[in-house]
């Protein structure tokens, strides 16, 4: 079968918000068993003394980046069917700035603050509380920030093409980044004064 | 410990190199430039109207045509069992798998021959095969098949013969007895099917 | 790392846990083209519920008529469903690595309320911020880093870059 298996109509979109449970299920296993439901886990990032969130997101990266390829190349995915996110160069900065900092002091992102609150973390209920009155916010005063949403449109621009280089080429370096990465934060975690949490 | 990440790490890395080094299956896939030149040359891609109506008439299971108009005219009126696909969507992965089907004569058509020409061009890159063009499009198709002629006294019998023909495909198309100096909808109307581009999830967009 | 599977303190191998990430990522892009999100759910809720509060609102507001309004229904949607999983998924991993407890969780040199006020803070920015660049760590970050899309990779710099300052900033109410 051709992947998205949902697009190219091999099975009815009834079956999508069924999929979309299960997958879910499956995101917010993997988040909590990894210890993404403790906000000091998540923040040890930080502070050098556990860097779980950099292990467990960036494996996750390199596995579907590279598994995507894979699939593409064996003809079992469209990579032209798959949604990728527009780029908006200004928004993307700032919202990511912002949102740099509400991770500093929540200790949470949305993903995870949903695999807190599953296991009864009020913290992490606080957290998700609080995104509704930012969504809110931003809604609300969205006409100030039309004019910044909307610039430095680059449409769906690959990270590669940025380069000018193959996807495989990218992604074969970004394994490498990431492999040194964990490596560098084995390293680093030995000369940390260990944090009880 | 180390070790065994280590073994991990080797393992993935070679997996990426995997993705570098394995040759492009695309490139392979492409028509070479001398056999497309030939094929271009060669006019035998041109189907009549009165063909492409034969086999409407016949029921013909080995054709499908394509009709690559935008969707509106296509649903305003359409060739009987025709499929819409839209020009940008033809090298998606649901075209090209509909396009390769084996034992079919893709028949491609529009308002005239302008963008059938050239999707037949693509499609022929991308290696499909047994696909044609309708001469002159459904513009074509209207003026010879619905746009009653008087018949010509001087003809000759298979003047005459394509004639009755034709008579016999207009009664086929929009009845017994009627004239039609409109484009007017035919009877037989079969369930529209249009190939679109998926639409980028933009309203679901974000995280 | 000898820890009893019983106490809630233990976790999956941070490696293990990635590869189970990817591979549900991999496998919510063979089957629907989209990578995991959660942010979405917020802001189709915010939507729907002004639309019931406040529908002429919606009609006027150049954001919310994006996804909400008129015949759009931003309650049926994959991200809602999606969410549910999450909280069901996460449920099912406290069960197994007894982890149900209901508590606030925060550093012993702060108190719980101290804790709550900054959560609820980085909820207000995070929630801000997932609007602004289109989606938060897992939707825009993770998600687009799988399909390598440059926005993708520009906010989560710009996340964990800022994180990285922040932390340090905020670092009494951490360790």
């Known amino acids: ?197 | 410990m180390e070790r065994k990440y280590t073994i991990l790490a080797i393992l993935m890395i070679v997996l990426a190199l995997g993705l570098v080094v394995l040759p492009k299956k695309k490139e392979m896939k492409e028509t070479d430039p001398k056999a497309l030149l030939s094929a271009v040359v060669e006019k035998s891609r041109y189907l009549s109207v009165d063909l492409v109506t034969h086999r409407i008439i016949e029921n013909d299971p080995t054709l499908l045509l394509i009709d690559l108009r935008p969707v509106d005219q296509f649903k305003l009126f359409a060739l009987p069992r025709a499929v819409n696909i839209q020009p940008d969507s033809l090298l998606t992965a649901t075209t090209l798998a509909l396009m390769n089907q084996a034992g079919k004569d893709k028949v491609l058509l529009s308002n005239s021959d302008l963008t059938s020409e050239k999707a037949w061009l693509i499609a022929t890159r991308s290696s499909v095969t047994r696909i044609y063009v309708m001469k002159g499009g459904i513009n074509e198709w209207f003026n010879t098949i619905i746009k009653e002629k008087p018949a010509n006294s001087a003809a000759s019998s298979t003047e005459l013969d394509l004639i009755s023909f034709r008579k016999a495909a207009r009664q086929f198309f929009i009845g017994a007895g009627e004239t039609a100096s409109v484009p007017e909808k035919p009877k037989v109307k079969e369930k529209v099917q249009v190939i679109r581009k998926a639409p980028e999830a933009s309203s679901g967009g974000g995280c | 790392m000898k820890k009893s599977k019983y106490d809630g303190s233990f976790y999956l191998n941070p490696y293990l846990g990635g590869v189970i990430l990817g591979t549900v990522l991999l496998l919510s892009f063979y089957i629907s083209g989209r990578g995991l999100g959660a942010s979405g759910a917020v802001k189709n809720t915010v939507a729907a519920t002004v639309n019931v509060v406040a529908p002429q609102h919606v009609e006027q507001s150049a954001y919310y008529c994006q996804f909400a309004g008129g015949d759009k229904e931003p309650m049926s949607n994959w991200l809602i469903y999606e969410v549910l999983g999450v909280l069901a998924g996460a449920f099912i991993s406290g069960i197994i690595f007894n982890r149900l407890k209901l508590k606030v969780e925060h550093s012993p040199k702060i108190t719980s309320r101290r804790r709550l006020i900054f959560a609820l803070g980085g909820g207000v920015l995070f929630g801000f911020g997932t609007q602004l660049a289109r989606g938060c760590t897992s939707g825009a970050a993770l998600s687009g880093m799988a399909v390598l899309s440059f926005g993708g990779y520009i906010t989560m710099i710009a996340i964990f870059g800022t994180a990285f300052i922040a932390a340090w900033v905020l670092r009494k109410n951490w360790i």
């Open chain 1, 1 to 197: 079968m051709i992947g998205p298996i949902i697009s190219s109509g091999i099975v009815s979109p009834a079956w999508d918000n069924i999929f979309a449970v299960i997958l879910g299920m499956g995101f917010g296993f993997a988040l909590e068993s990894s210890g993404f439901s403790s906000s000091r886990k998540i923040i040890g990032t930080f502070f050098g003394y556990d860097f779980v969130v950099v292990k467990v997101f960036f494996t996750a990266a390199i596995v579907a980046s590279v598994g995507l390829l894979y699939l593409s190349y064996f003809g079992l995915v469209d990579y032209s069917q798959l949604y990728i996110q527009p780029t908006f160069l200004t928004s993307a900065i700032v919202g990511g700035i912002i949102m740099g900092i509400g991770f500093a002091m929540g200790g949470f992102c949305p993903g995870t603050s949903l695999a807190a609150i599953g296991v009864g973390r009020m913290d992490g209920l606080v957290f998700f509380g609080g995104m509704f009155i930012g969504v809110f916010a931003f809604s609300e005063s969205f006409s100030l920030f039309e004019n910044m949403f909307y610039s430095g449109s680059q449409g769906p621009k690959m990270i590669n093409d940025v380069f000018g280089i193959s996807p495989e080429l990218f992604t074969f370096f970004l394994v490498l980044a990431a492999v040194g990465m964990f490596f560098g934060a084995a390293w680093v975690q030995k000369k940390v004064k260990k944090v009880e949490y």
